[in-house]
């Protein structure tokens, strides 16, 4: 409701450009969405929308930490348009908070982005089947195996529902990899019955020489 309400706002009154402050009737005005760093061609499996390089930094900070939650409806409508879908899959599992983490935040911002991707694409959506049950370390900072350290055994899942055959993981950002590959382990753990067909990685922006290091 809070969203809408904004929405409806910004349609009637313009508001500054969250980047350049031009008068514009969106989050972001037109000539700074020409110049974001879009991200090239994707993988088969991994679906990205922008490198991770200014001025997109500044705009996950906005919307995990400033509670700018227009902004991330925005971005994940962005998101929503640049996706492929060359097979529909059965389920959409964004990367989960620690409840004290959620606690402090109050929302999850990858859940919030997956909701608008799963309702504009008509595939379902679970953020409750697997959690995080490790309070980590803030991952800035840390080296790449440093953040695998600090998240192995991080998520948990006790039972993978039968018809969970093709999954997305969704997250924001991805980093290093570390963080996908530990929840894609953690689904597999769970996997006793060989189920799992392919697995799938959406995210708003990644450093893109690091998705080498996904294993999906």
Sequence with gaps: MKIAFKQFFDQLFPQPCFLCHTLTNAPLCQTCIQH??????????????????????????AIKYQNNLVLLNYLAKLLAQHIQIRQKPD????????????????????VEIAKVIARDKNIPLDYKHCVKTKSTRQQVGLSKQERQENLRDAFELQTLPPHWQSIVI????VTTGSTINEFARTLLKADKNHQIKRIEVWACAAVISNLINIKT
């Design 170 to 173: 969704l997250d924001d950002v």
């Design 36 to 61: 974001l760093p879009y991200a090239p061609k994707p993988a088969l499996d991994i679906q990205i929308l922008f490198t991770y390089e200014y001025p997109i930094p500044h705009l996950i900070h």
């Design 91 to 110: 389920i959409i599992l964004p990367i989960p908070l620690h409840k004290a983490r959620l606690r402090q935040r109050g929302y999850n911002q990858t």
